[in-house]
């Protein structure tokens, strides 16, 4: 018998591995527009990201936690990426703007986590937000700090009691967690501003190829 929180934590998995592949859709719908054409890179880092959400499934359901090696990335070229990744989606609702002041913000950890955690909070302000989408990075007191703000949404999108969705902001902190930082999620009336802070790695090392 599948216990509630056994339930709870294979639906995370599973929706982590849906979000990659509708992306991949999206994508693939996309290139058939004129001028057009997604870029290799956006189709392999969605198949790096599926392919993790796959490895934490296999995880939930047999019990062997997934081992993952730290390394040396860009917060900037993982966040840009994303960007490219959710494109399609955000040209339907304005685009999305952009205010970056950070550098290539080095962080020690694991580059397909993030991935997971920006995926979550761009689909999270496109799909359930209002326009403006505002992304923004800046670096404060040792640490990368990256918001996603948008504006209030039209209305209620009826996923609330849907155990198969809601688990994007319990992913977002969990990779927080994992990198030593910090995630926190304000709505007001006006919209919602989701803030991911990750601390800056110590200088002297290169980034990760």
């Known amino acids: 018998m599948i216990t509630p929180a056994h339930k709870r934590t294979l639906n995370r998995a599973l929706h982590e591995l849906r979000r990659p592949l509708q992306a991949l859709v999206l994508l693939e719908e996309n290139s058939g527009q004129p001028a057009a054409s997604p870029p290799a890179a956006s189709r392999r880092g969605l198949l790096e990201v599926a392919a993790s959400a796959l490895q934490d499934l296999d995880g939930a359901v047999n019990g062997d936690a997934p081992s993952r090696t730290a390394r040396r990335f860009s917060c900037r070229e993982v966040v840009l990426a994303a960007l490219e990744r959710w494109r399609p989606v955000a040209a339907r609702s304005g685009g999305i703007r952009v205010y970056w002041d950070a550098g290539p913000a080095p962080v ?3 580059a397909v986590q993030m991935a997971q955690a920006l995926d979550n909070l761009l689909a999270n302000a496109l799909e359930h937000g209002g326009p403006p989408v505002v992304v923004t990075g800046a670096c ?51 919209g919602c501003v989701a803030a991911l802070e990750l601390p800056l790695a110590e200088p002297g090392y290169a980034l990760a190829a």
Do not use: M, W, Y
């Open 140 to 190: 404060v007191a040792g640490r990368i700090r990256v918001t996603v703000a948008n504006g209030a949404a039209d209305g209620s999108t009826g996923h609330e009691q849907d155990p198969r969705r809601g688990h994007g902001t319990e992913v977002v902190s969990r990779v927080a967690s994992a990198h030593r930082g910090r995630f926190a999620l304000c709505r007001t009336g006006s």
């Open 108 to 110: 020690e950890g694991d």
